[in-house]
C-alpha cells in the first residue's frame, strides 16, 4: 500500500482478498496444528488467547509490527509474503516450524516457511498463486517461545537484528528439540540450523547458550544498511540468540509445571 | 460505491486507486483527517473502520464499502466527546495538526479497553506523532477520559 501511495509500484489490477469469504479472519486449532488464514491481521492474533498460551513469542512479535493503526490492517500471511528480510514475525515462524499453503487453479501445495523465500523479497510463489494460509504445529513436549528484537526505539521500528526462539524440553531438562529464525541478517529471514543442532540433545547451560549463540552466526550474512553496520550486527547476533534461547527455555520450565 | 460514515450513507463515485483519505478530504470535503506522511508513520490520517483505527491514507476506498467509518467529525456530534474535553482540559492541543487522528486513535483504545494502564495508552498511542511534543498532555487527557474525570 505504501508503495501504491507513493507510485513506486504501479500494478494494473489489485485484488481485495477481504472480499473473499474462504480467507476470513480466521485462527483454528486442529489435527495438533494452528492454521492462521490469509486475513487474519496483527491484532486478531494479539487478541488471541490459545495463540498466547501456545506461542508467546508471535504475540511478541506481532504486537511490534508497526502502529495500532496498521496492525489493524496488516496480515500474518502479508507480512511473510512481503519477504522482507526484516520482518519481525517470519523469525518467530520459522522458529516455531511453520508452513505455508500456496493456492492457484492448479492446486494446493503446503511448503516449509524456511523453503518459502528465495532471494531478496523474492519468494517461492509461482505465477497465479497466493497464500491462503499459514500453518504452526503445536508442540507435543513441554515448551517455550521467545522473540527478541534489537532496535533504537520500540515502537515503529525496524529491526537492526531481531531472533525468534522455540524450545521443547525432554524429561530429563536436556532440550528435545530447537527452532531459531533470524531477521535483518541475510537477504531473508533464515533459519540457524548449526545453532539448532547445538541445542538439542544438551541441557540448557549458559555454554551451550554461548556456543548457539557463536554457532547462529553461520546463517548471518548481514551488510552495512543506514540502520546498522554489518559488524554490529554479527556482534549482536549471539547475544540475541542466547537470551532468546533462555527465554524460550525459561517459558517451557513454567509452562510444564503449571500443566 | 456507497460508504457509511459517521453514520450516514454517502454516494461517492471512486476510482479504484483511491485512497480513502482522499476521498474522505476531496470527494466529502471531511477535511478534518489529515494528509501527512503518507506512509503509516505519523497517525495524522487515523480514522476508524469497523471501531478500528487505521491509516486512511493506507486503505483504498475500495476496500471499506458497506463498513462503518468513523471520521473526527463523527465524534462528539452531541457536545464534546468526553475525550474531546479532556485533551483541553490539559491543552493537550498545540499546533492541533495531529489532534484529530490523536482523538481517533484514543477513542478506538477506550472503545476496546475502557480503563487502560498509562502504559498502553502510551502503546496504543505509539501511531501518533506530534512535532509539538505534547505527549505527556495527551496520554494524561486519555487517562483523564478513561476516569470519567474530564470536562468538569
Redesign the interface.
Known amino acids: 500500500?505504501?508503495g501504491?501511495?507513493?507510485g513506486h509500484l504501479r500494478p494494473g489490477v489489485?485484488i481485495?482478498l477481504?472480499g473473499i469469504p474462504d480467507l476470513r479472519p480466521a485462527i483454528e486449532e486442529a489435527e495438533g496444528e494452528f492454521t492462521i488464514s490469509a486475513n487474519t491481521v496483527m491484532?486478531d492474533l494479539e487478541e488471541d488467547e490459545r495463540i498466547a498460551r501456545h506461542f508467546p513469542a508471535l504475540i511478541e512479535a506481532a504486537r511490534v509490527v508497526?502502529?495500532?493503526?496498521?496492525r489493524?490492517?496488516a496480515t500474518l500471511v502479508g507480512n511473510i509474503s512481503n519477504a522482507s528480510p526484516a520482518a519481525d514475525t517470519p523469525p518467530v515462524l520459522v522458529a516455531l516450524g511453520a508452513s505455508v499453503v500456496a493456492w492457484s487453479t492448479r492446486g494446493e501445495r503446503t511448503l516449509p516457511l524456511d523453503q518459502f523465500w528465495l532471494g531478496y523479497r523474492q519468494t517461492a510463489l509461482q505465477p497465479g498463486e497466493l497464500l491462503t494460509a499459514v500453518r504452526i504445529p503445536l508442540p507435543r513436549r513441554p515448551a517455550g517461545s521467545a522473540f527478541l528484537k534489537l532496535g533504537r526505539r520500540?515502537?515503529?521500528e525496524i529491526s537492526i537484528v531481531c531472533v525468534g526462539a522455540s524450545i521443547e524440553l525432554a524429561p530429563d531438562g536436556a532440550i528435545a528439540a530447537a527452532g531459531l529464525g533470524l531477521g535483518s541478517v541475510a537477504a531473508y529471514t533464515v533459519r540457524a540450523s548449526g545453532a539448532e543442532k547445538i541445542l538439542v540433545g544438551a541441557r540448557p547451560d549458559p555454554e551451550v547458550l554461548a556456543a548457539a549463540g557463536e554457532a547462529a552466526l553461520t546463517a548471518a550474512t548481514p551488510i552495512d544498511d543506514l540502520r546498522s553496520k554489518a559488524d554490529y550486527r554479527r556482534a549482536m547476533v549471539p547475544v540475541l540468540v542466547s537470551r532468546a534461547v533462555a527465554a524460550a527455555v525459561t517459558r517451557a520450565k513454567q509452562g510444564d509445571r503449571q500443566t | 460505491m456507497r460508504l457509511q460514515i459517521n453514520g450516514r450513507p454517502r454516494e461517492v463515485e471512486v476510482a479504484g486507486h483511491e485512497f480513502l483519505l482522499d476521498v474522505l478530504r476531496d470527494g466529502l470535503g471531511l477535511t478534518g483527517s489529515k494528509e501527512c506522511c503518507v506512509e503509516g508513520e505519523c497517525g495524522a490520517c487515523t480514522v476508524l473502520v469497523a471501531g478500528r483505527n487505521v491509516n486512511s491514507c493506507l486503505v483504498l476506498a475500495a476496500e471499506v464499502e458497506g463498513a462503518e467509518i468513523t471520521t473526527i467529525e463523527g465524534l462528539g456530534r452531541d457536545g464534546l466527546h468526553p475525550l474531546q474535553a479532556a485533551f483541553l482540559d490539559h491543552a493537550a492541543a498545540q499546533c492541533g495538526f495531529c489532534i484529530p487522528g490523536q482523538l481517533m486513535s484514543a477513542c478506538a483504545l477506550l472503545d476496546r479497553n475502557p480503563r487502560p494502564t498509562i502504559e498502553q495508552v502510551r502503546e496504543a498511542m505509539a501511531g501518533n506523532l506530534c512535532r509539538c511534543a505534547s505527549y505527556e498532555q495527551i496520554t494524561h487527557a486519555v487517562m483523564d477520559a478513561a476516569a470519567g474525570t474530564a470536562g468538569g
Open positions: 500500500m505504501v501504491i501511495r507513493h489489485v481485495d477481504k491484532t508497526g502502529s495500532v493503526q496498521i489493524n490492517r520500540r515502537a515503529l
